[in-house]
């Protein structure tokens, strides 16, 4: 029975510990924020973009004449839509990033997010705390307002299409990228894609590239065993004649890859130089039973690391801040964390929002006390009554967070983020970009990230039960053990 009682008060005070403290200082060290929105609620207020009539053709046209210039499309293989150098630094100077390839931009990107980012990819990346918005469009109260709030901010890299391109020609241009994109990537091709033009994660050293693109490999390996007995460059030609486009496709991909891994181990005055020539080859020139064995893609060990695409002083330039590496991200954040993190890097806890709106409002009050002070008195009172003004907090005068009146629908009413933003002054959250994924690309990153960085947890968690089975048998043969020796002595 003793034992019982001893066992009932530590699991009394583990519980106490466990189930109060732990969740308070959780709380304090991670304080609640927006929910995650994955639908980019916040962005309808600009325009909701309508895509049930888009044109995909006119959307190819559009980004010829307006995105060809600082982004590739690789893998449509046709040299007016890859004739940049991809690893130029856009803008030149001293701070910028490597524009994307969209080739596989409309999956890992929301429509209405990438509609938006073309429009004015400030407002939808939310650093508008360090660069201006586009003020094209608004009235005149509102676009002065925009301009004054835009003074001493730096332009952003790339251009705001709004007044440039109609809400028409960019959902267009949405259309034809969601056309040409893959049906799907595996978990390094998107987070290569999302996160590695400024971020490192140098414990990818390929050794996980067989586990990534097993489908691939797969695939490209049937390709092998259908082409095996072709020979000669006639019999090759007999042979993608008689593919279907889907074939077709695939085999276009292929040679994407292969003009994209050239220039990869190319400088960039190399690219400069042989661009041309490497986007004019095609699949002959590569020799088609031999561009299938190049494609396979096997696990090595590179002794680098996967590496940024742009130097990190670069992006610091750009940014403000060095970007991490991320190969262990997942074990400092977490799963839950490091998602909402990745859905919007701007996150400032609620209770910061709903301070800067009291300080605003306090703010307020001392200013309306200073402008009564009277004029009629000496500088010396004027400053005591200025310190003793500037002494009094939201308790003295009684005020507290105001009726969340300006909040979305969607949002909840602890989330004062529209009321601050109206009052200018909501607290800004951390330098790095959203970056728009849809909820799929972003838990595929997550899975990366947790391959890399934490490649034994699920072996680790399936030996958690063990072991607690472990202290269970124990328990029970120490408690027996101790009965039977007690039971002796007495």
Known sequence: MREIKIFVIVAFIIGVMYYGVEPLAHHAMHPATATSDYEFKDLEKFGKFDFSNADKEAGKTAFLDNCASCHTVASQNVPDLNARNPKTIQPAGEGGVVPPDLSNAGLIFDSQFLAHFIKDPVRATLLDSKFAVSCEGLDDENANKCEMANEGK??????????????????????????????????????????????????????????????????????????????????????????????????????????????????????????????????????????????????????????????????????????????????????????????????????????????????????????????????????????????????????????NTTKSEWQNNDDYTNMAREMGVMPFGKSMPRVGLTKEAEKQVVNYLETIGDSKKAERDSLGWWIMGFFVLLSVLAYTWKSKIWRDLH
């Open 154 to 403: 730096e332009s952003y890299p790339m251009n705001a299409f709004n007044g440039i391109m109609s809400d028409e020609e960019i959902t267009n241009v949405v259309a034809y990228l969601k056309d040409i994109a893959p049906k799907q990537l595996n978990d390094k091709e998107v987070f290569v894609e999302a996160c590695s033009r400024c971020h490192a994660a140098v414990y990818d050293k390929n050794q996980y590239d067989s586990k990534f693109f097993a489908l691939h490999n797969q695939e490209v390996t049937n390709w092998i065993e259908r082409t095996k007995n072709i020979k000669g460059e006639e019999a090759e030609a007999t042979f993608l004649s008689s593919l279907n486009n889907e074939e077709h496709k695939f085999i276009n991909s292929l040679l994407a890859m292969a003009k994209a891994n050239e220039k990869k181990y190319l400088s960039e005055a190399e690219i400069d130089e042989k661009n041309d020539e490497i986007n004019a080859k095609t699949i002959e020139s590569y020799g088609l039973v031999s561009l299938l064995q190049n494609s396979l893609i096997e696990s090595n060990f590179e002794k680098v690391g996967l590496e940024a695409d742009t130097h990190p002083e670069f992006i610091k330039a750009y940014l403000g801040n060095t970007p991490p590496d991320l190969s262990m991200m997942i074990r400092s954040k977490g799963q839950h964390e490091l998602a909402a993190f990745i859905n919007n890097p701007q996150k400032v806890p609620l209770i910061d929002i709903q301070k800067a709106v009291i300080n605003k409002l306090v703010r307020d009050k001392r200013d309306e006390e200073k402008a009564n002070i009277p004029t009629n008195i000496s500088d010396e009172e004027r400053e005591d009554m200025i310190a003793q003004i500037d002494s009094r907090d939201a308790e003295y005068y009684k005020i507290k967070l105001p009726e």
